[in-house]
């Protein structure tokens, strides 16, 4: 799996769309980007996924560059529940093992 | 469509005590199931995984075991639990590209 880095923290005010950026330049052809994000004491939530083409789904959007060394994930208008910690993760097959790194804790501010 | 159970969802349990933390999912086969677990104010760290019956890797050398006896039942022992095994644990299952989280179990250690 490549590893990822994330910014550890991030502010968005409500309403306003979050941008949550994810380094993965070691990422192989044939390897998925993941977004997941959990929310205090619950399990983490798929969110969205990609390979190679930019995703969107009813959640947010997803943002390969065409390098695929980097994503974006975008939650077009945050609210007050959107405030969690957000894991950008790198799986190259249905089986793979889902490791987390430390995501981004993302808080939406009124 | 698929369902992850968990049980219990708390349990405070004395130092030196037993544990069985058990996960069952319904409506997929042969997936690939996990154990996380995650210390508070911390992330989450996989423990254990299995791709099929019998079938268990370990990812850090610990307190814990885990058996799956069955292709859909995953379970998480310790013969004698400690203070550091205090935490949030998690299973998960994943198959084609879907997967998805327990509810989790709140461990607390005395």
């Known amino acids: 799996d490549a590893k990822t880095t994330q910014p550890p923290s991030m502010d968005c005010a409500e309403g306003r769309a979050a941008n949550l950026p994810c380094n993965h330049s070691?990422?192989?052809?044939?390897?998925?980007v993941y977004w997941y994000r959990q929310i205090h004491s619950q399990g983490p939530q798929y969110i969205i996924h990609?390979?190679?083409n930019n995703e969107t789904n009813e959640m947010a959007s997803l943002i390969i560059t065409e390098d695929r060394k980097s994503s974006t994930l975008i939650l077009p208008h945050a609210t007050l529940r959107d405030t969690a910690v957000y894991y950008c993760?790198?799986?190259?097959?249905?089986?793979?093992?889902?490791?987390f790194g430390p995501g981004t804790s993302l808080s939406v501010i009124p | 469509s698929q369902t992850i159970h968990q049980w219990p969802a708390t349990l405070v349990q004395p130092v030196g005590s037993p544990l069985s933390l058990e996960c069952t999912v319904e409506?997929?086969?042969?997936?690939?199931l996990y154990w996380y677990r995650q210390a508070a104010g911390r992330g989450l760290q996989l423990l254990f995984y299995?791709?099929?019956?019998?079938?268990i890797s370990s990812e850090v050398p610990q307190n814990l075991s885990a058996s799956r006896p069955q292709d859909r039942q995953f379970i998480l022992s310790s013969k004698k639990l400690l203070l550091s095994d205090s935490g949030f644990y998690l299973c998960?299952?994943?198959?084609?590209?879907?997967?998805?989280f327990g509810p989790g179990t709140r461990l607390t250690v005395t």
């Open positions: 990609g390979l190679k």
């Open positions: 409506g997929t086969s042969n997936p690939n």
């Open positions: 299995s791709v099929g019956i019998g079938q």
């Open positions: 993760i790198g799986i190259k097959t249905s089986y793979d093992k889902v490791i």
């Open positions: 998960a299952w994943r198959r084609d590209g879907l997967g998805d």
């Open positions: 070691t990422i192989s052809g044939n390897e998925y």
